[in-house]
């Protein structure tokens, strides 16, 4: 239904204005006597023209120019409008008139000015009844006087922007149906006779309050040069004009007036001495340069004030901050530093260098170490440790250096990092969190790895009241999920990442991490919906060279735990870029080794084979810690049996089951990787298969439990145990906190199901898997013809009996039950042989 938006100013009653008309149309020749109060454009006149056409239809005279009046006069009603502009004579004369109660009397006013002699006329009239007070729309009103239906967007708009006042409703009204397109000049324009009839500290006043901020009563005194009193009756006078509400600020709509109307000289010096003031008395001046940013107002006599501006938007707005910090830099002001600060904290990652170097190459600059860990905690983010590391010990202050030494030994620089001496420096949250910061990556090497967690969980939580405006190369919340998702102690992971995330830590330089960080943990577990959910918060922009290194990586992750080859080819071909782009350092080892296994996946273990030697060497020089070491391992594992290269496997996990002493996690995946090696050889016990995949669950790995359970399922002659180890993988899939019914299996289970509970027929033949595969790949059903000898209908009548065979509605759903049936999926592997016994076997 279309709506009618009225132009013309008409009548909206509430109660007790009906009332009063009911009154004067029931008994017209009643001596009625009511006072009528309200701000400008409450609809003053309106009603006294609606009071004048009943008393007029009834034949009762009606005067508007009291001055006419005589004695001699008969009965009439005196209607007068803007009584409180009368002066003290005509007011005391029509005072006399009204106590020898001759005329009737409807007499309308402002609130403000209230001069004697008219507030002694309306103590008078009281005596007849309370005045009428009139009052704004509501949203209901709005609608009906605009003639549309009441809840309709043009009716919220419209109120939003007026505050109800009826003659602001009627300028907005030919625009309502257009809320997108903003309030356009043709309707400010209307608002210039409202302000020309000001004097010059109303419209100072209404300046002040367009900046929309709180303005106390001493503020503004001092602006206006005003006693408090006399600040008390310009604010009655400026709701007298209807364009300020009775909270003391503007409506929106007469907001923008009266910053586009007023001459901008007069703006100009109004804003600037306000913000003058509230900066010297320790205010917050944001609000108020905001207003000026968005009048173009600039300049060195502001210089001071956009800096205290830009440090009060560092910590929520640091985008803003870097802006303001530059209007200042261009007035003079020393911002440079503190610029570079909230560009790299708003991501602007190149705009924090370059400002960043700058402060470097300055000699005697005594920005020059903040510029320093500046310049290092970007190259952190953008995969260059080493450098960072280097930047940070040059930087010398007391976090620096524990910064440092994060770096040093995430590039296997133990040495170095052992060299590094902290200053003497202020016990701040940010010093006191580094230094736990790099305790527990040292604890991570050689010590216990609950000891490790435990110490960056106690940093994490250090940092988290203040660590919205602090710069971090790694935030400890990040390097405690990585611990966690090294010893399996996901729950504590989790539960990390969520407090840096609701105390947006680092801000938005480091949410994407925390937010990828949250998705590897779903993905690991199985969960790879939520995985992407998480994936997809990372947003559109460009992702620096770490945080894109986990992305691709837990985009290939998803899509190999899913079984869908497309999406692991199209998460390979960004994956290949990222690891280009990003050298191997301790904090990177997790997606490498999921890549490692997409590779294998893809046949392309040659594009990572360099990078994967590089991550071997690094944990050379520091020791191999088991704690980093026996994930890697668990991958290299995977991609060994899935790449068919048994001896290479072997070695994976041997190098397990020499870790297993270490930690629990190390224990559960050697016993997982044993079991797993025994299985492809065909030597299923379904017992050790059971504990083993049951481990894997403990220790986070919820969807390698599951397919454990599976694999074992489909390798052991015993029907049995192949049920009993069916049911312990769709248990362990389904147990997911949060993750639903066991119905809504993922692929580690459904593709073990499918092989084993489907109908003998109904399993594809080998020709048909050939073609399945191809299929699967893209080609086209000529080219699938020309690759196995035969012809392009033979394939289409081969896809035909899939179809069928699969009952598949469509080929969506034949390609969605093909891709679980091949690829990693144990019916696939089931068709091949055991593989060949170890030597010592």
């Given at each position: 239904?279309?709506?009618?938006?009225?132009?013309?100013?008409?009548?909206?009653?509430?109660?007790?204005?009906?009332?009063?008309?009911?009154?004067?149309?029931?008994?017209?020749?009643?001596?009625?006597?009511?006072?009528?109060?309200?701000?400008?454009?409450?609809?003053?006149?309106?009603?006294?023209?609606?009071?004048?056409?009943?008393?007029?239809?009834?034949?009762?005279?009606?005067?508007?120019?009291?001055?006419?009046?005589?004695?001699?006069?008969?009965?009439?009603?005196?209607?007068?409008?803007?009584?409180?502009?009368?002066?003290?004579?005509?007011?005391?004369?029509?005072?006399?008139?009204?106590?020898?109660?001759?005329?009737?009397?409807?007499?309308?006013?402002?609130?403000?000015?209230?001069?004697?002699?008219?507030?002694?006329?309306?103590?008078?009239?009281?005596?007849?009844?309370?005045?009428?007070?009139?009052?704004?729309?509501?949203?209901?009103?709005?609608?009906?006087?605009?003639?549309?239906?009441?809840?309709?967007?043009?009716?919220?708009?419209?109120?939003?922007?007026?505050?109800?006042?009826?003659?602001?409703?009627?300028?907005?009204?030919?625009?309502?149906?257009?809320p997108d397109a903003g309030v356009p000049p043709q309707v400010l324009v209307q608002f210039r006779a409202d302000l020309d009839d000001l004097d010059a500290e109303l419209r100072a006043l209404l300046l002040a309050a367009a900046t929309g901020v709180e303005l106390p009563t001493d503020l503004l005194g001092a602006l206006l040069g005003r006693a408090p009193d006399a600040v008390d009756d310009l604010l009655d006078a400026a709701r007298a004009t209807g364009l300020l509400a009775p909270d003391g600020r503007l409506v929106?709509?007469?907001?923008?007036?009266?910053?586009?109307?007023?001459?901008?000289?007069?703006?100009?010096?109004?804003?600037?001495?306000?913000?003058?003031?509230?900066?010297?008395?320790?205010?917050?001046?944001?609000?108020?340069?905001?207003?000026?940013?968005?009048?173009?107002?600039?300049?060195?006599?502001?210089?001071?004030?956009?800096?205290?501006?830009?440090?009060?938007?560092?910590?929520?707005?640091?985008?803003?901050?870097?802006?303001?910090?530059?209007?200042?830099?261009?007035?003079?002001?020393?911002?440079?530093?503190?610029?570079?600060?909230?560009?790299?904290?708003?991501?602007?990652?190149?705009?924090?260098?370059?400002?960043?170097?700058?402060?470097?190459?300055?000699?005697?600059?005594?920005?020059?170490?903040?510029?320093?860990?500046?310049?290092?905690?970007?190259?952190?983010?953008?995969?260059?440790?080493?450098?960072?590391?280097?930047?940070?010990?040059?930087?010398?202050?007391?976090?620096?250096?524990?910064?440092?030494?994060?770096?040093?030994?995430?590039?296997?620089?133990?040495?170095?990092?052992?060299?590094?001496?902290?200053?003497?420096?202020?016990?701040?949250?940010?010093?006191?969190?580094?230094?736990?910061?790099?305790?527990?990556?040292?604890?991570?090497?050689?010590?216990?790895?609950?000891?490790?967690?435990?110490?960056?969980?106690?940093?994490?939580?250090?940092?988290?009241?203040?660590?919205?405006?602090?710069?971090?190369?790694?935030?400890?919340?990040?390097?405690?999920?990585?611990?966690?998702?090294?010893?399996?102690?996901?729950?504590?992971?989790?539960?990390?990442?969520?407090?840096?995330?609701?105390?947006?830590?680092?801000?938005?330089?480091?949410?994407?991490?925390?937010?990828?960080?949250?998705?590897?943990?779903?993905?690991?577990?199985?969960?790879?919906?939520?995985?992407?959910?998480?994936?997809?918060?990372?947003?559109?922009?460009?992702?620096?060279?770490?945080?894109?290194?986990?992305?691709?990586?837990?985009?290939?992750?998803?899509?190999?735990?899913?079984?869908?080859?497309?999406?692991?080819?199209?998460?390979?071909?960004?994956?290949?870029?990222?690891?280009?782009?990003?050298?191997?350092?301790?904090?990177?080892?997790?997606?490498?080794?999921?890549?490692?296994?997409?590779?294998?996946?893809?046949?392309?273990?040659?594009?990572?084979?360099?990078?994967?030697?590089?991550?071997?060497?690094?944990?050379?020089?520091?020791?191999?810690?088991?704690?980093?070491?026996?994930?890697?391992?668990?991958?290299?594992?995977?991609?060994?049996?899935?790449?068919?290269?048994?001896?290479?496997?072997?070695?994976?996990?041997?190098?397990?089951?020499?870790?297993?002493?270490?930690?629990?996690?190390?224990?559960?995946?050697?016993?997982?990787?044993?079991?797993?090696?025994?299985?492809?050889?065909?030597?299923?016990?379904?017992?050790?298969?059971?504990?083993?995949?049951?481990?894997?669950?403990?220790?986070?790995?919820?969807?390698?439990?599951?397919?454990?359970?599976?694999?074992?399922?489909?390798?052991?002659?015993?029907?049995?145990?192949?049920?009993?180890?069916l049911d312990c993988a769709r248990l362990l899939q389904g147990s997911a906190r949060g993750g639903g019914s066991s119905t809504a299996a993922q692929p580690a289970v459904a593709q073990v199901t499918e092989a084993f509970t489907a109908p003998a027929e109904s399993l594809l033949s080998e020709r048909e898997q050939e073609v399945a595969d191809l299929v699967l790949d893209g080609l086209t059903y000529r080219q699938i013809g020309d690759r196995l000898f035969i012809s392009a209908k033979t394939v289409e009548h081969h896809v035909a009996r899939m179809r069928q065979r699969l009952g598949c509605a469509n080929r969506g759903d034949l390609l969605a039950k093909l891709r679980a049936m091949t690829a990693d999926r144990p019916g696939a592997a089931s068709r091949r042989a055991p593989w060949p016994r170890r030597p010592m076997d």
């Amino acid at each position: 239904m279309s709506s009618r938006i009225v132009q013309a100013p008409r009548l909206v009653l509430d109660e007790p204005t009906a009332a009063l008309l009911d009154a004067a149309t029931a008994a017209p020749h009643a001596s009625l006597r009511v006072a009528i109060q309200a701000p400008g454009g409450y609809g003053k006149s309106l009603l006294l023209r609606e009071l004048t056409r009943i008393y007029r239809h009834a034949d009762v005279p009606v005067v508007d120019a009291w001055q006419d009046v005589s004695p001699q006069d008969g009965p009439f009603v005196l209607v007068l409008d803007d009584a409180h502009r009368l002066g003290d004579e005509r007011l005391r004369e029509l005072r006399a008139l009204v106590e020898a109660r001759r005329p009737g009397i409807v007499l309308a006013y402002r609130p403000w000015p209230r001069p004697a002699a008219l507030a002694e006329l309306l103590e008078l009239l009281r005596l007849d009844g309370p005045p009428l007070v009139l009052s704004p729309f509501t949203v209901e009103q709005t609608a009906k006087h605009l003639g549309v239906e009441a809840g309709a967007t043009a009716a919220k708009y419209v109120f939003a922007q007026t505050g109800g006042v009826p003659r602001l409703v009627d300028r907005l009204a030919p625009v309502a149906e257009r809320p997108d397109a903003g309030v356009p000049p043709q309707v400010l324009v209307q608002f210039r006779a409202d302000l020309d009839d000001l004097d010059a500290e109303l419209r100072a006043l209404l300046l002040a309050a367009a900046t929309g901020v709180e303005l106390p009563t001493d503020l503004l005194g001092a602006l206006l040069g005003r006693a408090p009193d006399a600040v008390d009756d310009l604010l009655d006078a400026a709701r007298a004009t209807g364009l300020l509400a009775p909270d003391g600020r503007l409506v929106p709509v007469a907001r923008r007036a009266v910053a586009s109307l007023s001459p901008a000289a007069h703006r100009t010096a109004v804003w600037q001495r306000l913000a003058e003031l509230q900066l010297a008395r320790g205010g917050a001046v944001l609000p108020l340069v905001r207003a000026l940013r968005e009048a173009g107002v600039s300049g060195g006599g502001l210089a001071a004030m956009f800096e205290a501006a830009a440090e009060e938007a560092l910590v929520d707005e640091p985008a803003l901050a870097a802006e303001l910090f530059a209007v200042a830099a261009s007035a003079g002001r020393p911002t440079d530093a503190r610029r570079a600060l909230a560009a790299a904290l708003s991501g602007d990652l190149d705009s924090g260098l370059r400002l960043a170097d700058r402060l470097v190459a300055a000699e005697g600059s005594p920005d020059r170490a903040v510029g320093a860990a500046v310049s290092g905690s970007a190259l952190a983010h953008r995969g260059q440790l080493g450098r960072s590391a280097e930047l940070y010990r040059w930087s010398g202050t007391t976090s620096s250096v524990s910064f440092a030494a994060i770096g040093f030994i995430g590039t296997g620089q133990l040495g170095r990092a052992d060299d590094l001496v902290p200053p003497d420096g202020p016990p701040t949250l940010l010093t006191g969190a580094a230094a736990l910061m790099a305790s527990g990556i040292r604890e991570s090497l050689t010590g216990s790895a609950t000891a490790a967690l435990s110490t960056l969980v106690q940093a994490a939580a250090l940092l988290e009241p203040a660590g919205r405006a602090v710069l971090l190369p790694d935030s400890p919340a990040a390097l405690a999920a990585l611990v966690a998702l090294h010893c399996g102690e996901l729950d504590t992971g989790e539960a990390v990442l969520d407090r840096a995330i609701a105390a947006d830590v680092g801000a938005a330089l480091m949410s994407r991490r925390h937010r990828l960080l949250q998705g590897w943990m779903q993905m690991v577990r199985g969960r790879t919906a939520a995985a992407a959910e998480h994936l997809a918060t990372a947003g559109t922009r460009p992702l620096e060279p770490r945080d894109l290194l986990f992305a691709t990586a837990l985009e290939a992750g998803i899509a190999r735990r899913n079984s869908d080859l497309a999406a692991l080819h199209r998460a390979w071909a960004q994956a290949r870029e990222a690891v280009m782009r990003h050298p191997v350092d301790l904090y990177s080892l997790l997606p490498l080794g999921e890549l490692a296994v997409a590779a294998a996946r893809l046949g392309e273990q040659s594009r990572i084979a360099t990078h994967l030697g590089e991550a071997w060497r690094l944990l050379d020089r520091i020791g191999r810690p088991p704690l980093w070491t026996a994930p890697l391992h668990w991958c290299g594992l995977h991609a060994a049996i899935i790449a068919e290269e048994p001896t290479t496997a072997d070695e994976h996990a041997a190098a397990l089951v020499a870790t297993a002493k270490h930690s629990r996690y190390g224990a559960v995946v050697a016993a997982a990787a044993e079991s797993w090696l025994e299985t492809l050889r065909g030597a299923v016990d379904p017992a050790k298969v059971e504990a083993a995949a049951r481990g894997l669950h403990g220790a986070g790995l919820w969807w390698d439990g599951a397919r454990l359970a599976g694999q074992a399922a489909i390798r052991t002659s015993d029907r049995k145990a192949m049920t009993a180890l069916l049911d312990c993988a769709r248990l362990l899939q389904g147990s997911a906190r949060g993750g639903g019914s066991s119905t809504a299996a993922q692929p580690a289970v459904a593709q073990v199901t499918e092989a084993f509970t489907a109908p003998a027929e109904s399993l594809l033949s080998e020709r048909e898997q050939e073609v399945a595969d191809l299929v699967l790949d893209g080609l086209t059903y000529r080219q699938i013809g020309d690759r196995l000898f035969i012809s392009a209908k033979t394939v289409e009548h081969h896809v035909a009996r899939m179809r069928q065979r699969l009952g598949c509605a469509n080929r969506g759903d034949l390609l969605a039950k093909l891709r679980a049936m091949t690829a990693d999926r144990p019916g696939a592997a089931s068709r091949r042989a055991p593989w060949p016994r170890r030597p010592m076997d």
